[in-house]
């Protein structure tokens, strides 16, 4: 069975930088599109990015120019570069495949901005 974890998350001051990293298992990663969500306290869990089988980006508005979403499939990872993080892009940051396999949501990642 497939699963996704991810790590990388962390504290960090507004301006600062995070780097994300979901690692996958199962033989079939590579044919997924695969997506960054995040969820933030009292919010509903939503799409931050996504990246299809080719490497092709694609973004929510708020995170344009910030973020840039990758993927290995050679090492079954995708990866998000946070940049110029703000105190609300605080959330706790899930990758899953697009669209979201119910039974695929890890623990998650918490990023924290704060100064």
């Known amino acids: 069975q497939a699963q996704l974890v991810e790590s990388g998350g962390g504290l960090v001051q507004p301006g600062g930088s995070l780097r994300l990293t979901c690692a996958a298992s199962?033989?079939?990663?590579?044919?997924?599109?695969m997506g960054w969500y995040r969820q933030a306290p009292g919010k509903q869990r939503e799409l931050v990015a996504g990246?299809?089988?080719?490497?092709?980006?694609n973004y929510a508005n708020f995170v344009k120019g910030r973020f840039t979403i990758s993927r290995d499939n050679a090492k079954k990872t995708v990866y998000l570069q946070m940049n110029s993080l703000q105190p609300n892009d605080t959330a706790v940051y899930y990758c899953n495949t697009y669209p979201a396999g119910p039974g695929l949501w890890g623990q998650g990642t918490q990023v924290t901005v704060s100064s």
């Open positions: 199962g033989s079939a990663f590579k044919i997924y599109v």
């Open positions: 990246i299809t089988r080719g490497g092709t980006p």
